[in-house]
């Protein structure tokens, strides 16, 4: 066990690494050009030249990237072209108001959307099935953006139940930073609740046919205990699966939710480097990215093992 | 849970939360100290001389004091000097410091700290970079006089070291004056009226001031950058909001005290609310540029600068830009701002009347234009800029010229145009930007007016007597002979077509009733602003 | 090391009849376009509705359309009334007239994305199952380029050119096709062990021969459901790009970009964002129906295999 997370963190390191290239040198062919953007509307080329060899702008791909490379290995991310500040920092700014928003989002999608698949399957078939579904086919083909400015309306500006936007560190009240990432993480989880109420539905059913359930059944045993307990236990493994891969698409739809309810999250900040070129930004945030991506998929083959002790590493 | 108790209880849990004061509605009118401001744009950097945008500047105005501010008539008045001496042959400038200047950290502002801030500016600012030109001697006659040597009068000192154009003649510690002006300042003490919280600072998110208890601030009536900068509050939030949408919202729910710019089609909706008050938010407004690159085909040729700007339509565009209210523009048969002492409409009238699509297309087919395509880089993250590039695409199809819509971003469109390679080969042909109607007033700060060829700004229009007659103005001895010189370099400038104006127009700002003392000017102003 | 693939597309089962009764109805087999919706009801409706979102495309210009990109700055932001049936936007322009082009855009923006991401994905997924010592780079590189977000990835590809439909529809294949490679790599792999495909190995067949008889015939029913989510979801990222300001210039209308430009005004002008809306959720809702259909009617077991 030990030996197989050891192996996978050591794994990693090529994708970081190929993730680091593929951006740097995306960056690197990409035109736009932060000097400018620095310099502003009214600067003259000579100027825009000074701050370009400033920033060490004018120097070839190879070299930056070997000097990024270099630094990276003593765990420093550098600077920020436009603030100054170090890139650690603004990403350690902006961490917490993201992972609040994920966890919550996470949470909230696997209570609202692991019963209803649980129900969908149950009464596979009924019209509570087709509601239910329904709803989640529609989660899945509106824009977050438009749930996000519905959900504000209605709640915040009509009936003024909850904020508009913004976000309270946690330091500041349990109530006061959950208050504040309600409609947001509904109007991001609209889509894993529709994703995940649908694998729940699909291997719920695919167990509910299987021998032991028949059994369970025959032995008298009620719906709630066969259903929540025998069944779900086994169905578990593709939810945690699509739990897993969706960890990728929290965060692109992180960037979205984050601008409606003015969040000072990782995906604005993601957003503003892109267009301001903010290249040393940019490095820090897609690492970080691609360092989440591989945790969550490690824990997710982990919670594997503990659900069915057949799989072994 | 479901939803009935849910929202019952959060009610609950919300109502206890506001009587102690916690839930975020509740903070903003509770702690009536703290005015909370959504900035026109993310606060990303914060060296004033280093990164001119407009938002930079507006911060630092909190953070650093000037010498000189002008007023709301653009007049220079005294701000951190007493007073100052000319000598006769107009060559010798002696500054003298007012008294009770201390910076955040407590230090006296002293002369040394003047003469370096001055330089680095100097290094960075048009206005700035003439003086340089001209100076003999910047130094510290003692630890509150200045003195500023040079070799040839420059009559508008002044207004150079109180003006508005960024980048503004601040004036820093010694130690971090002496920064490469091509460099970035990291630590930002001033003298100004309020102190930045940069521990607090998330850029693109927030950024925080705090009232600087010990600053003095003059005895005459604040009028923008002149007279007394009194703070009445303790604590200034700018809070950065990309989505207007959630802005407008936050405002309507007390949220947000103060947003600078809410776009015009939401203004019906905040008129409607009792608790908010809207009004103009700068009188010089904006000037919209149709800027062409006179280096390539097919711009090149005077005759097809001359169609376009013949079926130009200014309407079309200041309607695509500030909407349906037409009390927020007006057409702009110059280059210069309209209600400024020195407006001119000389030489504009191909800009004003019926619009000739038939006299462009006959001016196009004169000058030899056979469909080369124009190459319009239009910033889609900037919705001025994109609504003038959808009416520009429009425009070139009706006159019949071949478009090449290049959609992108600001960052990118800012490189693409120092390019000086042709349109095909990773050049342009034209993009839009605009110009702050206070930067338009006079030639003074006026980059983008100039006709220098090669070294004048992108698009490098070449017009020796535009340049002639801004060279006049400069040398202008009295108000009437500024006014003659602009009138004629309005002319001139229209004839080469250096850019196309695209009109002028203004924005609205809107604060929450129980905010007082906002006024209108090229940048919100802090001081004397009360909360509740 | 096992399966963490799989992936947002085996989502099984909207409506569908999985579930084997305990004793099965009297056999009555109805024949023809009836009895074939009567089997797949999802593939009838979703396949229906997207036929006639097509021929809505195809057709636009005689359905009382005019030019969707011709500005009439004097009547911006009209409600909709007998001039405009869906009224207008910002700059003026005919929002239904908008829309209808609209499906253009976002049609060939889906249909593009999943055809290319199956393909690419298709290729890279059987030369990663069956060239041993290409597997784990590929699979590496594809980890790599999966744990960049699609939505970052597509964004900063577009800031490398010019936003175009060519190049949104890029971006987001490029973010879609490892999730395909993946995909039938997995496929792959599990036939590689079954019987008759080592039988055939061992009998000396040629790989590029078993991978026609065998594993393309196999590999063609999941890598169709997956293509039919890949164009589902490439259609919503084209909005969210929109979003971002990274998609189609706005003088291409598609559902996205009206929607992104019409979003700040929705509290006063709701009908901007409306309506598009609408028809995406219908798009994507034919899809995802069509999808669900086909993966029960290909194989009803088939989230079981990855």
């Known amino acids: 066990m030990l030996g197989f997370i050891l192996r996978r963190i050591i794994s990693t390191i090529p994708v970081m690494g190929i993730v680091a290239l593929f951006v740097f040198s995306l960056l690197y062919i990409a035109p736009g050009d ?33 000097e990024w490379s270099w630094r990276i290995l003593h765990g420093d991310l550098g600077t920020s072209m436009f603030t100054g500040m170090p890139v650690t920092q603004l990403i350690g700014q902006r961490l917490e108001p993201t992972l609040s928003l994920m966890v919550i989002t996470l949470i909230l999608s696997i209570v609202i959307a692991v019963p209803m698949g649980v129900v969908a399957a149950w009464k596979a078939g009924s019209w509570i099935d087709r509601v239910l579904m329904g709803f989640a086919v529609f989660g899945f083909s509106v824009p977050v953006f438009v749930v996000g400015y519905v959900l504000a309306y209605v709640f915040a500006l009509e009936l003024e139940l909850l904020p508009v936007q913004g976000y309270t560190p946690l330091s500041a009240g349990l109530w006061p930073w959950f208050e504040n990432l309600i409609l947001p993480s509904i109007a991001l989880g609209c889509v894993y609740i529709a994703l995940i109420a649908r694998i729940t539905r699909a291997s719920m059913l695919e167990v509910l046919q299987q021998d032991y359930i028949r059994t369970a059944r025959a032995k008298g045993l009620g719906q709630r205990p066969i259903l929540f307990l025998h069944a ?38 993601t957003i503003d480097a892109i267009l301001r070129r903010d290249y040393p930004v940019i490095q820090g945030i897609v690492l970080l990215f691609s360092f989440i991506y591989v945790l969550v998929n490690l824990i997710v083959d982990l919670i594997y093992t503990v659900l069915d002790p057949r799989i072994r590493y | 849970m479901d939803r009935r108790s849910f929202l019952k209880s959060s009610l609950s849990v919300g109502a206890l939360a506001a009587s102690g004061g916690i839930a975020a509605p509740a903070i903003a009118q509770g702690a009536a100290k703290t005015l909370k401001f ?63 200047l201390k910076f955040h950290t407590g230090e006296p502002v002293l002369a040394k700290d003047v003469v370096a801030s001055l330089t680095r500016w100097c290094a960075r600012d048009p206005m700035g970079l003439m003086i340089k030109a001209i100076q003999k001697e910047l130094a510290a006659v003692d630890d509150k006089t200045v003195k500023w040597v040079l070799s040839k009068p420059f009559p508008k000192m002044r207004f150079a070291l109180g003006k508005n154009n960024t980048p503004i003649a601040f004036i820093m510690p010694e130690r971090i004056a002496q920064t490469d002006p091509f460099k970035q300042i990291t630590e930002y003490v001033g003298s100004g009226p309020m102190k930045f919280a940069q521990k607090e600072w998330v850029p693109g998110a927030k950024a925080v001031f705090e009232k600087f208890a010990d600053y003095v601030p003059r005895s005459e009536p604040a009028s923008w950058l002149a ?12 809070v950065i909001m990309p989505d207007p949408a959630t802005a ?42 149709f800027r062409l690159n006179h280096m390539h085909p097919p711009f090149d040729n005077l005759k097809v600068r001359k169609a376009v700007q013949m079926a130009l339509s200014q309407e079309d565009y200041m309607r695509a830009v500030v909407g349906s209210d037409d009390s927020l523009w007006q057409l702009l048969p110059s280059f210069f701002t309209p209600g400024t002492p020195f407006y001119t409409e000389e030489g504009g009238d191909i800009l004003k009347g019926p619009r000739s699509i038939d006299g462009a297309k006959k001016l196009l087919a004169e000058a030899g234009y056979s469909g080369q395509p124009v190459t319009c880089i239009v910033a889609q993250d900037q919705a001025p800029l994109k609504a003038m590039g959808e009416v520009t695409a429009d425009l070139l199809k009706k006159i019949g010229m071949t478009v090449d819509f290049v959609a992108t971003d600001w960052g990118t469109v800012g490189q693409r145009r120092a390019s000086k390679s042709p349109p095909g080969q990773g050049g342009w042909g034209m993009f839009h930007t605009w110009h702050a109607g206070a930067d338009c007033a006079t030639p003074a700060a006026y980059n983008a007016l100039r006709g220098t060829g090669d070294n004048a700004w992108f698009g490098w229009p070449n017009s020796p007597n535009t340049e002639k007659e801004i060279e006049a103005w400069f040398e202008a001895k009295n108000a009437d002979e500024e006014k003659s010189a602009m009138a004629r370099i309005n002319k001139a400038a229209m004839d080469d077509v250096v850019y196309i104006p695209t009109g002028f127009y203004k924005g609205f700002q809107a604060w929450r009733s129980n905010i007082s003392g906002v006024v209108g000017g090229p940048l919100p102003f802090f001081w004397n602003v009360k909360k509740g | 090391m096992t399966a963490t693939a799989s992936s947002p597309a085996e989502v099984p089962v909207l409506v569908g009849e999985p579930e084997l009764p305990d004793i099965l109805p009297p056999v009555k087999q109805r024949h023809g376009i009836s009895g074939f919706a009567y089997r797949h009801p999802a593939i009838a409706i979703g396949g229906f509705m997207l036929l006639l979102l097509i021929l809505m495309a195809i057709l636009a210009p005689f359905l009382g359309t005019t030019d969707p990109s011709a500005l009439a700055p004097a009547k911006r932001t009209r409600s909709p009334s007998a001039e405009f049936w ?29 055809i290319i991401a199956s393909i690419a994905g298709l290729v890279v997924g059987l030369i990663s199952g069956f060239v041993r010592w290409a597997d784990s780079i590929i699979m590496r590189i594809m980890d790599g380029m999966m744990s960049i977000p699609p939505i970052l990835l597509a964004v900063a590809l577009m800031a490398l050119t010019r936003g175009s439909v060519g190049n949104v529809i890029a971006a987001i294949a490029v973010a879609e096709f490892p999730r395909v490679t993946r995909l039938v790599r997995g496929v792959v792999l599990s036939l590689r062990e079954q019987p008759y495909v080592e039988a055939a ?106």
């Not at chain 2, 990164?51 to 909190?62: K, P």
């Not at chain 2, 947003?259 to 008050?277: A, M, S």
């Not at chain 3, 869906?86 to 994305?113: E, T």
């Not at chain 3, 559902?255 to 028809?279: C, Y």
């Open chain 2, 38 to 100: 959504v900035p026109q744009a993310n606060l990303a950097n914060f060296d004033p001389i280093w990164g001119t945008q407009y938002v930079v500047r507006n911060a630092s105005m909190l953070v650093w004091d000037t010498l000189y501010g002008v007023n709301d008539k653009l007049e220079a008045q005294p701000q951190m000097v007493e007073g100052d001496e000319v000598s006769s042959d107009g060559l010798t400038w002696t500054f003298k410091l007012r008294s009770g």
């Open chain 1, 232 to 269: 779900l236990k086994n169905a578990a493994i593709p939810i945690v699966t699509v739990i897993g891969i969706g960890m990728a698409l929290l965060i692109g739809g992180a960037v979205v939710t984050e601008s409606v309810f003015a969040i000072p999250g990782l995906g604005r900040l």
């Open chain 3, 201 to 306: 190995v061992a009998a000396g067949t040629r790989t590029p021969m078993i991978i026609i008889r065998h594993i393309l015939p196999n590999t063609i029913a999941p890598l169709s459901v997956q293509a039919t989510y890949i164009c589902a979801s490439a259609m919503i990222t084209e909005s969210i790009l929109s979003f971002i300001g990274a998609g189609t210039p706005p003088i291409i209308p598609s559902w996205g970009n009206i929607m992104a430009d019409g979003r700040a005004l929705w509290q006063v002008k709701p009908f901007i964002v409306f309506f598009p809306a609408i028809f995406l959720s219908l798009t994507v809702l034919a899809v995802n129906l069509l999808g669900d259909g086909l993966r029960d009617a290909v194989d009803p077991r088939m989230a079981k295999r990855l």
């Open chain 3, 86 to 114: 869906f009224g207008s936007d910002m700059m003026g322009r005919d929002i239904y007239s908008r829309v209808i082009y609209g499906a253009r855009v976002s049609l060939v923006v889906g249909f593009s994305v999943a």
């Open chain 1, 34 to 66: 932060p000097a400018v953007v620095i310099a502003g509307d009214q600067a003259t080329p000579q100027d825009v030249e000074r701050i370009r060899t400033a920033l060490g702008l004018d120097r070839p791909f190879l070299e930056r990237f070997a």
């Open chain 2, 248 to 289: 407008s919202a936050a405002l309507q729910s007390g949220e947000i005290d103060w947003w600078e710019t809410p776009i015009p089609d939401l203004i019906p909706v905040l008129k409607r609310n009792r608790n908010i008050k809207v009004d103009i938010a700068d009188p010089l407004g904006n000037v919209g540029s």
């Open chain 2, 227 to 238: 007279g007394g900068k009194v703070i009445a509050i303790d604590r200034l939030e700018w």
